[in-house]
């Protein structure tokens, strides 16, 4: 059929009829088998089919044109911008279009088309940081499970800013790799928080209980990431760093972290803190009972009053062989030496402190319960009650790793969530406050 003959033909055709005759056609332009003069008509003809009011065929050009590197590049951008069944076509596949471009289309298209760019087998910085700051949660999602997208640390702030109590995004967060240790820091933060109250809400719960267990949630985990990180210099610098900035380098949690017999956590903290090289700090924590020490812990300006702990708590560490820069669990050990220390020299000023400690000691003893039954029940193969308490069905956490998100209209949520904390024991805690 010539191409004006395609023209009368097309005006009796029915939608289905027209979309396949255009396919076909848009096929053999892009052949390069028409003769000259025939090429430019089939050009006119497929332009004037831009505008056909049926979506069958423009999604029928759409499909196409989608892959093609020798398509007529405002055919491809027009198709870009019309409605999100025809778009997403062009907008996941096409080679032609540019990082301006798609970041327009990111910024003026519904959540569909923004989920098909996301999809791209290559997603720039520049598009990646377009739809972190406007995208759809759904497109989110996507655009973190796909490893061809070019992720800067930024944009990945952001999407945890406006999307972080969604549990897939998170899930699709923390299963690309080499994700920074103040990332899954951010992420351990979302995750306790939107946990919290979907746990509170069923256990009772004040609000300030609730809160204090979220704040140390978060410590345990940010103790996790330091020793999972010990081993990279610039990582956990960065990390500490990021923690200070933050609001969340405390006492506290440098005290907790000495309490699972990793004092490699406080030597950075007192680093960043007093702003002494790396080697000098060492030395100093070193010699804890040293005025040299104390004269670096008050440069870091760190509380008065717990530094008694922090001394004993180096000097178990030293003497105690449980513990090491990769643990995250207390260490019962020590907590115990820490305890009768400062309740052995306390004459009221450290009451605070001490019911402190009691606290992570009454945490250590369950944690080492737990595992004890844990091992009892894997020896004579009966269920592990620690981890399957009751708990109503909606707070139940999954583990296994994200699920690649698939190029369908609906999106299949990802089912897991990796996390650098024991976020059911965190519910189970809370369950049992």
């Known amino acids: 059929m010539t191409v004006r003959k395609f023209l009368q033909w097309a005006e009796i ?41 049926s979506p069958l065929v423009r999604r029928a050009l759409a499909e196409s044109f989608a892959c093609a590197a020798n398509a007529p590049h405002y055919m491809v951008l027009t198709l870009a911008n019309d409605n999100s069944d025809v778009a997403a076509i062009v907008l996941a596949r096409s080679p032609l279009l540019s990082d301006a471009e798609l970041v327009e289309c990111a910024a003026t298209a519904d959540s569909f088309a923004q989920w098909a760019i996301a999809l791209r087998p290559w997603v720039s910085a520049p598009v990646a940081a377009a739809l972190a700051e406007v995208g759809a ?12 997208a070019e992720l800067l640390e ?8 406006r999307y972080g109590d969604d549990r897939d995004l998170r899930a699709a967060l923390l299963a690309r790799p080499s994700l920074a240790a103040s990332l899954r820091s951010d992420l351990a933060g979302a995750a306790a928080k939107a946990l919290a109250p979907m746990v509170t809400g069923r256990a009772g719960l004040t609000p300030e209980r609730a809160r204090c267990l979220t704040r140390e949630a978060r410590e345990k985990a940010n103790v996790k990431i330091a020793a999972e990180t010990a081993g990279e210099t610039n990582e956990i610098l960065n990390f500490v760093a990021h923690l200070r900035r933050s609001g969340q380098l405390t006492a506290g949690l440098l005290l907790r972290g000495l309490l699972c017999g990793n004092k490699h956590l406080l030597e950075t903290a007192l680093c960043e803190l007093s702003g002494l090289a790396m080697p000098r700090v060492m030395g100093l924590v070193a010699a804890s009972k040293s005025a040299g020490f104390a004269a670096l812990y008050r440069k870091a300006h760190m509380p008065e009053r717990l530094l008694p702990a922090f001394i004993v708590g180096l000097e178990a ?28 020299v306390n004459h009221g000023e450290l009451d605070q402190l001490i019911a402190a400690l009691r606290r992570l000691e009454a945490e250590a003893a369950r944690n080492e319960a737990r595992e004890f039954r844990r091992a009892t029940a894997a020896s004579h193969a009966l269920p592990d009650l620690a981890s399957t308490r009751r708990l109503p069905p909606a707070v139940r956490i999954q583990t296994s790793p994200a699920k690649t998100i698939v190029p369908e209209r609906r999106v299949s949520p990802v089912k897991a969530e990796s996390f650098p904390i024991d976020l059911a024991a965190f519910a189970e805690e809370l369950a049992a406050a």
């Not at 949660?137 to 061809?148: D, H, Q, R």
């Open 13 to 53: 055709a029915s939608p289905a009829e027209l979309a396949e005759a255009a396919g076909a056609l848009a096929r053999a332009f892009l052949s390069g088998e028409l003769p000259e003069p025939e090429r430019e008509e089939a050009r006119l003809t497929l332009t004037g089919l831009l505008d056909d009011s």
């Open 137 to 148: 949660c759904k497109a989110l999602i996507s655009l973190a499970a796909n490893p061809g």
């Open 317 to 344: 560490v030293a003497k105690s062989r449980c513990g090491g820069p990769m643990n995250a669990r207390l260490q019962g050990p020590i907590v115990a030496s820490v305890l009768h220390a400062c309740a052995a």
């Open 154 to 161: 930024f944009s990945v702030r952001r999407m945890i800013e």
